[in-house]
């Protein structure tokens, strides 16, 4: 979910009032950093919410459950895999594993086996891909049709009515029926062929040519039926036709309805089929769903339907939207859409919860994912989530019924509401031994010892945060609390340092909105601000002090207090920052800058260059599109579009936006662009001469030293992987000369290949040296070192990013090599706990398989194989080992 949602405990210690001014009208020097005034300011103005509720399915062992996906999916019918790629997908979501969710959805769609599975998915796809709607756009200015999940031709797509033969009566000259009947209604006659309309249901055949009356009639009276008499002749001319011409909605619904009446399946079918291919907009959809859903009109149902799906989350706001898909019987989701109905209110709640969880159409679309859900799986998922939104309206009953029932099915995670409700009740001791319990009934996790630590105090509760960081490095609560325990303790340094240890691998809102409270109750005034235009870039409409103050209010606050620099200054600051790694000062300044008369899409563009380092891709994008808005020429606006649509995937059309601007003026960043996207899609040495030939002319091209020695750097790359090393060594020395403090990497790479490990060494330790984010430089420099060095520089990478998985893969292989093959394992599973990565999985994977552990070596195949289906080793391994599976 995007939605924050904060706790319930949170809510009850609510800040009294916050009055952001009078933190900055305190003149330097007036009071002391921490005065007894200003201590019980920071007591209040540095409190630390409790970790929301997530809710989210999350097993205790997700590899296990991956895996089992995986076998399942291995041998199972076309009907169950959708569902089985969308309980992957809950799994990775769990994980926040974004990428990997959206891969399970692609999945779910491309194997659908109904036109049901397809409508939701695709619809799925297209909801979480919104921000990038106008790439389909840009695509087609390259010639090419992007669009993946566009509406679906359902009349198409669903079978229509076959009219099977029927023994029926065989009429001769001597039959006393009449070859020609009469309906009247009201004062009209419409005549009709008998054979014909008896051939259009069983109940018109009885009639007609049955043991009724009517069967020797040549007049019957239709006037009580609720047909008028131009449908009789619509109704006429279709049995004798099998088609209905272009007619008006309110007729198609007379003739549906009639057609129901009297079991007309093909007349339905085709009343059906029209009254969808009249479905062209929202409104429509109202007009028709409710009629489609009491006639059973599967394919004006569904086209209904697919109108609201494609127009998420808009639609989601239209209460007769809400109301028509909220107050559904299982008959109607039937009828709507097919077997698909738990997909469809899975997708509903979450674009619900996105928009407002505690609404009361969150609560509805919820309750019926509850009873959509038919597995235990899918039941845990929607118990959990229900039980969420429960807890945030306060209705703890329900909610705790939910979060039982949830837990009950084994769903360990859903212990955590539970224990909130008993400190909310005030069984504060209970809510510790219930987490007790979980621990030491299962594979303890870092979220245990969390959630444990809010039932306790003092050193026991430090001890579980502590341990939580061990288990889980990612979770942002222990840091927090540790940080604002030190800052209450007024050492301001041990403070600072904790917060910024997770800052330094998770650009966490909250993590950077809490430092921005320590500079502001220290009264510094210049990196407070620095901290919340951070945090504008990452969100523009964030809000501080648990939601009730614009973080834009604030910052106009602080810019009264802090100097102003001109444009020749930020330009210099941002110098200073990129050269020495410092992403989000970096950040900061453009910030600031694009305030100014600068040429903005300049501006925007680096930014987006500085938010994809610091892994914000979503943010990255978001920034490139600004770039392109803002572009002050042809050739620069077709400069982003291309780095648009490399970052998408669309590296050769990419490559086609950089030959265009080319063509229109030469300039740095559209040969920048040409070499990078003609390096990735060409990754043969074939082309490596082209790309050093693009490269020397984006340098004879104008731009900054900031690009210029990013370019200097990549052409040193590439005369690396030619062989060239002296001309290799000299644009590294370039760079460096213009402050590219990454270009040591290189020039250490070079060392190395120069058989001087020493001088690389040393290399790495200047990059150590002069960059504020180096665990990356620590990790590279222990490719140069003995093996002491090694270990040290590679626990050094795990302190400052534990995300990184090099350093356990190669712990785990010395344990392994010195046949420590329970420690090398354990190794790995430690970072396993948190990071679904294939690399570890693949190495645990073997490591099973050395040691005869077939059943442990086939689960981690199997999980790794739900990362990346098509990985080649993987596969062999997956292959090798699954022959031997007893």
């Known amino acids: 979910m995007r939605t924050f949602f904060p706790s319930e405990s949170c809510k009850e210690t609510h800040l009294k009032s916050i009055n952001p001014q009078s933190w900055l009208q305190v003149e330097r020097g007036k009071l002391s950093k921490f005065s007894s005034e200003s201590a019980s300011s920071i007591e209040t103005l540095i409190k630390v919410p409790e970790p929301p509720i997530l809710p989210f399915f999350k097993p205790v062992d997700y590899v296990e459950v991956l895996a089992k996906i995986h076998e399942q999916l291995e041998s199972c019918s076309p009907q169950e895999r959708s569902n089985l790629y969308l309980l992957q997908f809950q799994v990775f979501k769990g994980l926040g594993e974004v990428k990997l969710m959206r891969r399970s959805l692609r999945s779910a769609w491309s194997k659908a086996s109904t036109v049901y599975e397809k409508l939701v998915f695709g619809a799925w796809l297209k909801y979480e891909k919104q921000d990038e709607e106008d790439i389909s756009d840009l695509l087609s200015t390259c010639g090419k049709c992007a669009k993946e999940f566009g509406a679906i031709d359902i009349a198409f797509e669903m079978p229509a009515y076959k009219i099977l033969s029927s023994p029926g009566v065989v009429t001769t000259n001597e039959d006393p029926c009449p070859r020609t009947v009469s309906f009247r209604i009201g004062d009209e006659k419409i005549a009709c062929n008998r ?59 007379e003739i549906l309805v009639f057609a129901n009446k009297f079991c007309c399946e093909s007349l339905k079918d085709a009343c059906d089929r029209k009254l969808a291919s009249l479905v062209c907009c929202r409104q429509d959809a109202l007009d028709l769903l409710e009629c489609a859903l009491e006639e059973n009109s599967p394919v004006l149902a569904a086209s209904c339907l697919q109108v609201f799906l494609r127009e998420l989350p808009d639609s989601l706001k239209d209460s007769q939207v809400v109301e028509l898909l909220s107050n559904t019987t299982k008959q109607q989701r039937s009828i709507m859409i097919g077997p698909a109905s738990f997909s469809l209110y899975c997708l509903l709640s979450e674009v619900s919860m996105n928009l ?23 039941k845990m998922v929607a118990y959990h989530r229900l039980g969420c939104i429960k807890f945030l309206r306060k209705e703890l009953d329900e909610a705790e019924q939910l979060f039982e029932a949830a837990f009950n099915l084994g769903h360990t995670y859903s212990v955590v509401g539970l224990a909130r409700l008993g400190q909310i009740r005030g069984h504060k001791r ?82 950077l909105e809490l430092r921005f409270c320590f500079y502001l109750a220290l009264e510094d005034y210049r990196l407070a601000i620095c901290d919340i235009q951070a945090i504008l870039t990452l969100c523009p409409d964030y809000r501080v002090f648990e939601g009730r103050v614009a973080a834009s209010q604030l910052r106009t606050l602080l810019r009264e207090h802090v100097e102003s620099w001109t444009e020749a200054d930020c330009w210099l600051q941002l110098y200073d920052r990129w050269s020495s790694v410092d992403d989000i000062g970096s950040l900061s300044v453009i910030y600031q800058m694009l305030e100014s008369d600068a040429a903005k899409g300049v501006l925007y563009f680096r930014q987006s260059l500085l938010l994809l380092r610091l892994n914000c891709p979503d943010a990255a994008m978001r920034s490139l599109h600004l770039a392109r808005q803002h572009a002050s020429s042809e050739h620069e606006r077709l400069v982003y579009e291309g780095w648009i649509l490399y970052d998408t995937g669309h590296c050769e059309e990419g490559l086609q936006k950089a030959e265009e601007s080319i063509s229109i003026k030469r300039s740095f960043e559209a040969y920048f662009l040409k070499a990078y996207a003609l390096a990735d899609s060409s990754p043969d040495a074939s082309c490596s001469s082209t790309v050093i030939s693009l490269l020397e002319e984006a340098l004879r091209c104008p731009s900054d030293r900031l690009r210029k020695g990013q370019a200097l750097n990549n052409l040193g790359s590439v005369y690396v992987d030619c062989g060239k090393l002296d001309a290799a060594a000299d644009c ?25 490990k020493v001088a690389a060494y040393d290399e790495m330790t200047k990059l150590i040296e002069k960059a504020k984010n ?113």
């Open 430 to 511: 209970w809510a510790y031994e219930k987490l007790s319990s979980v621990i030491s009934s299962s594979t303890p996790l870092g979220w245990m010892y969390q959630e444990s630590s809010l039932y306790c105090d003092g050193e026991k509760r430090l001890d579980d945060l502590e341990k939580a960081t061990e288990l889980d490095p990612t979770l942002t609560y222990p840091y927090m609390y540790r940080a604002a325990s030190l800052m209450r303790k007024q050492n301001v340094q041990a403070a600072l340092s904790e917060i910024n240890r997770i800052l330094g691998f998770k650009l966490a809102l909250e993590c």
């Open 195 to 253: 054979q014909k309309i008896a051939g259009l249901s069983a109940p018109f055949h009885a009639m007609l040519n049955g043991c009724f009356t009517e069967s020797l009639c040549e007049e019957i009276d239709l006037s009580e039926n609720d047909i008028s008499p131009l449908a009789m002749r619509v109704i006429s001319e279709f049995s004798s036709t099998g088609l209905l011409d272009e007619i008006s909605a309110d007729l198609l619904l």
């Open 732 to 756: 590294y020395i370039n760079a460096l000369k213009i402050r590219h403090t990454r270009a040591h990497q290189g020039l250490a790479r070079v060392h190395f290949l120069r058989n001087d």
């Open 356 to 378: 407002d969880p505690r609404a009361d159409e969150s609560v509805r679309f919820s309750e019926t994912l509850v009873d959509s859900a038919e597995t235990s799986q899918q």
């Open 774 to 886: 180096n665990a990356s430089a620590y990790e590279k420099r222990s490719e140069y070192s003995d093996r002491d060095r090694t270990k040290a520089d590679l626990e050094m990478v795990t302190r400052l990013d534990p995300l990184r998985v090099y350093p356990y893969r190669y712990r785990a292989a010395v344990l392994m090599d010195n046949h420590k093959e329970n420690e090398a394992i354990a190794e790995l599973s430690r970072a396993i706990a948190f990071k679904a990565d294939l690399h570890l999985l693949h190495l645990r994977a073997a490591f099973h398989e050395h040691i005869g552990d077939v059943m442990g070596a086939l689960r981690d195949c199997r999980a790794a194989l739900s990362v990346d289906p098509n990985h080649q080793e993987m596969l062999e391994l997956h292959s090798r080992v699954n022959s031997q599976e007893p």
